[in-house]
């Protein structure tokens, strides 16, 4: 009886070759799966299941994950206003974890004897898959043919065709990968420190001129509409205010970052609606949490995005961090006001019945209402004691011994 392995299938030249060489080099009944994070079209899928079955495969799985990828993930990034190096909504990273998760509990579920994907060992996602693969299916075999074999793109396609495997072997100028949290983009331009992607390179074409006005409703830290739309769920809110503000092409930047394999590697991304709805709800934050709040969330964010993009997504810290995340929404509940201009954007304001800057207490540098000149100097005076204990201590210490100040 042939050996059961299950395959992460994207549909591409890697995972293509994959099948071929565990079905017929190494004997595997290979059960291909393929998870959405919200970078496929239903016909897309369709011609994926299909091509699937034209090499082989023994049963092919279609999983959607777009509503389970916000829910365990990508709320937590928005709650935490995550950039990557002040930068990177962590579009890949997150998506990769998510897919990973759902692999590995399909290889439980049938008791795969193997499960196998096609990273090549260069990058990230090698690390991501293997690490969560072997907390969720421990003792499963993983394998990883065109790492182990360290194949060149040329034998692969070789390979393929005496196969007699048709397939569109052309590689494409630039590497996209999309979902729902943003697009990559990887080319000539990201190999070396210096070079900006070309305007034919990104996926989302600028075709919006003037100015426009967007306004986004957050109800404790999720976006429920965007201008008049409401939406059962938070995808669908990110997915319209991608069509809207995409052909700005606001969002666009390019990453700098460290691997988790320990070398620094750049790529470029689109990310409207990421960008535009983290942006959005730090500004609400900054109107109704108080600075200890802003200033812990920070902290745990910075360290929660770290450790998402390095692949730690099952650490049961995260669930603990997590908690305070979700805990520091309670009031982030209000509008914001947008402009989107071609390749730039303005946060005009916001508009929420927990905003901490109310006349009724005072305005900033015109006039206070919840307090006195007298109590501000005695506060003062208490706000700054130790401090001047400890230089006026020092200073006679000083003359005592015949120090130098």
């Not at 090499?55 to 993930?73: E, F, P, Q, R, W």
């Not at 990508?74 to 909504?89: A, C, D, E, S």
């Not at 299916?137 to 793109?153: M, Q, V």
């Not at 393929?160 to 590497?175: D, I, P, Q, R, T």
Request: with cysteine; charged share 25%; glycine share 10%.
């Amino acid at each position: 009886m042939s050996k059961k392995v299950v395959l992460g299938f994207s549909g591409g030249l890697d995972t293509s070759f994959c099948v071929k060489y565990l079905t017929e080099e190494q004997g595997y009944e290979v059960y291909s799966i393929i998870v959405n994070t919200g970078g496929f079209s239903d016909e897309e899928l369709e011609k994926i299941e299909q091509h699937a079955k034209n090499l082989g495969v023994k049963s092919h799985k279609t999983v959607n994950a777009v509503k389970n990828y916000y829910n365990s993930i990508i709320r937590y990034l928005i709650y935490g206003n995550v950039l990557k190096n002040n930068t990177y909504p962590l579009s890949v990273s997150a998506e990769r974890l998510s897919q990973a998760i759902h692999i590995a509990e399909y290889a439980k579920e049938i008791q795969a004897d193997a499960v196998a994907h096609g990273s090549t060992g260069a990058g990230n996602d090698q690390v991501r898959f293997d690490m969560i693969l072997n907390i969720i299916a421990p003792g499963t075999e993983i394998i990883t043919p065109i790492r182990d074999l360290k194949l060149s793109r040329e034998a692969e396609i070789e390979y393929l065709k005496s196969k007699g495997v048709e397939m569109n072997f052309e590689k494409a100028v630039y590497s996209i990968n999309k979902g729902l949290w943003g697009t990559s983009v990887g080319g000539k331009e990201t190999l070396s420190s210096k070079g900006l992607l070309p305007e034919e390179a990104w996926p989302t074409q600028v075709t919006k001129t003037g100015s426009e006005e967007v306004v986004l409703t957050f109800e404790k830290g999720e976006l429920v509409k965007v201008n008049d739309e409401a939406f059962d769920h938070p995808t669908e809110a990110i997915q319209y205010l991608q069509s809207i503000a995409g052909p700005y092409g606001v969002g666009r930047d390019i990453h700098v970052g460290d691997t988790i394999i320990g070398i620094k590697g750049r790529v470029g991304f689109e990310a409207a609606a990421p960008i535009l709805i983290i942006k959005g709800h730090h500004a609400l934050e900054k109107h109704v949490l108080t600075k200890w709040q802003l200033q812990w969330k920070d902290q745990i964010a910075q360290f929660y995005g770290m450790w998402l993009h390095e692949g730690q997504i099952l650490d049961p810290v995260m669930r603990d961090m997590e908690a305070f995340l979700e805990s520091s929404q309670r009031n982030v509940t209000g509008k914001v006001f947008i402009q989107l201009h071609p390749y730039r954007y303005e946060i005009i304001g916001i508009e929420s019945d927990y905003d901490l800057m109310n006349s009724e207490f005072g305005s900033y540098g015109e006039m206070n209402a919840g307090y006195t000149a007298d109590d501000v100097k005695g506060f003062t005076r208490i706000f700054g004691n130790q401090t001047g204990i400890y230089h006026q201590v020092k200073e006679k210490a000083y003359q005592k011994n015949g120090q130098r100040f």
